[in-house]
């Protein structure tokens, strides 16, 4: 199970940390990522971080403002997301694929999912 924390309303130019805790199930040989949807809209890709974390890959949106990071010996993974716009207003999930591994910028890939975190960037 993932559960997904860390959001909440924030200014435009803030940052907010989101976690994703892992329970039940050790993650650490998963690829694990964030998506986001925003209202009336389709769930996006926001960021992946490789098994080993030792690559990560990012949606052009967010590259250079969003960092993605694991710790396995916490089972938890973080999304820092910096210099917020409010176009990134959405409910930001956390998600893990497990091997085989599918596309990992493609939400049907992953296996398991965080109920989402509601993150508000105002104005």
């Known amino acids: 199970q993932l559960q997904a924390s860390g959001g909440g309303l924030v200014q435009a130019g803030g940052s907010l940390r989101l976690s994703c805790a892992a329970s039940?199930?050790?993650?650490?040989?998963?690829?694990m990522g964030w998506f986001r949807q925003a209202p009336g809209k389709g769930r996006e890709f926001v960021a992946f971080?490789?098994?080993?974390?030792?690559?990560?890959y990012y949606a052009d949106s967010v590259k250079g403002r969003f960092t993605i990071s694991r710790d396995d010996a916490k089972n938890t993974v973080y999304l820092q997301t910096n210099s917020l716009k409010p176009e990134d207003t959405a409910v930001y999930y956390c998600?893990?694929?497990?091997?085989?591994?599918?596309?990992?910028?493609?939400?049907?890939?992953?296996?398991?999912w965080g109920q989402g975190t509601q993150v508000t960037v105002s104005s």
């Open positions: 971080v490789t098994w080993r974390g030792d690559s990560t």
């Open positions: 039940g199930r050790s993650f650490s040989t998963y690829v």
């Open positions: 998600a893990a694929d497990g091997p085989p591994f599918g596309r990992a910028t493609a939400a049907y890939a992953y296996d398991y």
